[in-house]
C-alpha cells in the first residue's frame, strides 16, 4: 500500500484525459479519442496532485447498460486511468468517488462499465458487481461486466 496522497477532482475538457488514456489505456497504439467524447452529456473528470498534475482520468457517459433493462437512466463508466506512479494511493477511488457523485447528480440510477479484469478487484473495493462472464476485448484483453446501483449502496 503506498501512502495516501491528497487529490482534487473536477470536470475538464476531453483533451485533458488523452495524454493518461494514451500512456495507461494505448500503450501499444490506438485511439485515445473515442466517440462520444465530445458529446454535450458526456463528463469528463480529472485528478489532479498537489502540483496541479494530472494524475488520474475517467469518462461518463449516459448510455443502455447491456445487462440490465430496468434502469431508468443508465451510465456508463470507461477511460480509467492512474498514474503508475501514485497507484495505491487513493487517487481511482476518488476518481470513482466522484464519478459516482456526478452520475446521482445528474439523475442516474446505475454506473456500468466493462472493466478490465486485472482492475475487477479495484471495482470491487469500491462496491460494483460482476454481472457478465468474461469476454474479450481484441488488443487490450478480458474483460467482466461491472455495475453499482448508487442507491442500493
Ligand atoms: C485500476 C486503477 C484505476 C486503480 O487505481 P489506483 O489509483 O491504484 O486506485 P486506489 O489507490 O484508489 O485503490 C482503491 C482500492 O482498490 C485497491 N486496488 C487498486 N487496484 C486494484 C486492482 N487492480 N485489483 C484489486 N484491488 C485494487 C487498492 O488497494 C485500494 O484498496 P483499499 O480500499 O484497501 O485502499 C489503476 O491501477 C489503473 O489505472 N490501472 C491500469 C488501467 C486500468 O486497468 N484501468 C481500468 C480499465 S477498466
Known sequence: ???????????V??????????AVLRPGGGDVVWPGDEDPGTVHLAARDAAG???GVVRLSPAPCPWRADPAAPWQLRGMATDPEVRGSGAGRALVAA?????VERGGDL???DARVTAAGFYERLGFTVVREPFDKPGIGPHVGMVLAPAER
Open 13 to 22: 475538457a476531453p483533451e485533458v484525459t488523452y495524454d493518461l488514456r494514451r
Open 53 to 55: 498534475r494530472v494524475v
Open 111 to 113: 454506473v456500468w462499465c
Open 1 to 11: 500500500m503506498t501512502a495516501p496522497i491528497a487529490v482534487t477532482v473536477d470536470e
Open 99 to 103: 464519478a459516482v457523485a456526478a452520475v
